[in-house]
């Protein structure tokens, strides 16, 4: 089991900055790739961003590409995502996510509770 937690959300106004991180506990964080998601209210989990085990291979979502980055530290079992030129549609609560395998979809295999993003205009 790996549990995950969230922090760093909040309430951001438009063109403003953004740092999530994900704090992982249990099996071996630096085994397992980490992708970050969201949803925002009446709309589907979308993925936002992945990064493998190593940080050697990250992928984003086309609708953040060069806004956010993805991140890890392997020795302080923690994840980040930085987010730069917020938007009011990054609206949503984000979740972080770790998978045995590197992947774009939402099928992770652990997940957290989540945190609110709210970019205002």
């Known amino acids: 089991q790996?549990?995950?937690v969230e922090s760093g959300g909040g309430l951001v106004q438009a063109g403003g900055s953004l740092r999530l991180s994900c704090a992982a506990s249990g099996r071996t964080f630096s085994s397992y790739a980490m992708g970050w998601f969201r949803q925002a209210p009446?709309?589907?989990r979308e993925f936002v961003a992945a990064i493998s085990?190593?940080?050697n291979t990250?992928?984003?979502a086309d609708s953040v590409k060069g806004r956010f980055t993805i991140s890890r530290d392997n020795a302080k079992?923690?994840?980040y995502l930085q987010m730069n030129s917020l938007k009011p549609e990054d609206t949503?609560?984000?979740y972080c996510a770790a998978?045995?395998?590197f992947a774009t979809t939402v099928g992770y295999d652990y997940w957290g509770q989540g945190t609110q993003v709210t970019?205002?205009?």
């Open 77 to 79: 079992n923690t994840g």
């Open 53 to 55: 085990w190593s940080g």
């Open 119 to 121: 970019v205002s205009s």
């Open 42 to 44: 009446g709309k589907e």
């Open 92 to 94: 949503a609560v984000y």
């Open 99 to 101: 998978n045995r395998i």
């Open 2 to 4: 790996v549990q995950l």
């Open 58 to 60: 990250r992928s984003y």
